[in-house]
C-alpha cells in the first residue's frame, strides 16, 4: 500500500538555525497537510497545501514557517529560525480528495537545542 | 466552528475485556469524523471513518465506532481488548474542505 514518507526521522538543529523536514506524499494524492504535536500535547494543524498554494493555515504557521512543493513529489515545511518551542514531531500528511481520509507519514522529530 | 473532546485521557482494561473510547463533537454541518491510533514512535493510522453512510462503522482491527447525531457522539469500541490495542488514539472531525481536528487524544493501557 503507497505511504506518505518522511525524511528525516529525526532532525537535532540549533535554536535561530533554519531547518527543512521533507515529505514525499502518495503519489496521486492533491491535498497536502503538516501537523504537530508537542510531547504530551495534542496534534495541531499548521497548513493545507492544495493546487501549489496554501488553502488553509493555522495561528501557529506565522511568518517563521513556509511550505513548497518544488517538484512533482517533495512536499516541504521550512522553519526559518528555529526556536526552543517548535520542538516537536511534525507530521506530514496527504489525501487524494476533499472528503477522503488523511494518511500520515511516521513523522519527523526535532528538538532544537 | 468544529471541535471534538475526548472525555478520557487515559482507559485501562484488561486483556479480553471490552474497550469504550468516548468521543463528542461538535460541527455546524454534517462533519466527516475519523479515529486515528498512534503506536510509540509511529505515525498517525486510520482506523475508520465516517462520512455520512452508515451510522455504524467498521474499522481495522476488530474496531468500531457508531455515529449517533443525537448524541453528537462517534464513540470507539471492540469487544476484546488485545495487548497490541495499547496506544494513543485520537477522535477527529472534518467539515468538507477545511483541515482536520484532532481531539486530545486517549492512552489506552492493556493489561494481561
Known amino acids: 500500500e503507497p505511504e506518505v514518507t518522511q525524511t528525516p526521522s529525526h532532525q537535532v538543529t540549533q535554536m535561530g538555525q533554519e531547518v527543512i523536514l521533507r515529505c514525499v506524499p502518495i503519489?496521486?494524492?492533491?491535498?497536502f497537510y503538516w501537523y504537530r504535536q508537542i510531547l504530551g500535547q495534542k496534534v495541531e494543524f499548521l497548513v493545507s497545501?492544495?493546487?501549489?498554494?496554501?488553502?488553509?493555515k493555522s495561528e501557529i504557521f506565522d511568518d517563521q514557517f513556509s511550505v513548497e512543493r518544488p517538484d512533482g513529489s517533495n512536499f516541504t515545511l521550512k522553519i526559518r529560525s528555529t526556536k526552543l518551542e517548535d520542538s516537536a514531531m511534525y507530521f506530514c500528511?496527504?489525501?487524494?480528495?476533499?472528503?477522503?481520509?488523511?494518511?500520515f507519514g511516521n513523522g519527523t522529530r526535532l528538538t532544537v537545542t | 466552528a468544529q471541535s471534538v473532546t475526548q472525555l478520557d485521557s487515559h482507559v485501562s482494561v484488561s486483556e479480553g475485556t471490552p474497550v469504550l473510547l468516548r468521543c463528542n463533537y461538535s460541527?455546524?454541518?454534517?462533519?466527516?469524523l475519523f479515529w486515528y491510533v498512534q503506536h510509540p514512535n509511529k505515525g498517525l493510522q486510520l482506523l475508520l471513518k465516517?462520512?455520512?453512510?452508515?451510522?455504524l462503522v467498521k474499522g481495522i482491527n476488530g474496531f468500531e465506532a457508531e455515529f449517533k447525531k443525537s448524541e453528537t457522539s462517534f464513540h470507539l469500541t471492540k469487544p476484546s481488548a488485545h495487548m497490541s490495542d495499547a496506544a494513543e488514539y485520537f477522535c477527529?472531525?472534518?467539515?468538507?474542505?477545511?483541515?482536520?481536528?484532532f481531539g486530545k487524544g486517549t492512552t489506552l493501557s492493556v493489561s494481561s
Open positions: 503519489s496521486n494524492h492533491l491535498y
Open positions: 465516517y462520512t455520512s453512510a452508515a451510522t
Open positions: 477527529v472531525v472534518s467539515e468538507a474542505g477545511t483541515a482536520l481536528i
Open positions: 500528511a496527504s489525501r487524494g480528495t476533499v472528503n477522503s481520509p488523511l494518511h
Open positions: 460541527s455546524s454541518y454534517s462533519p466527516s
Open positions: 497545501f492544495y493546487n501549489n498554494e496554501i488553502s488553509e
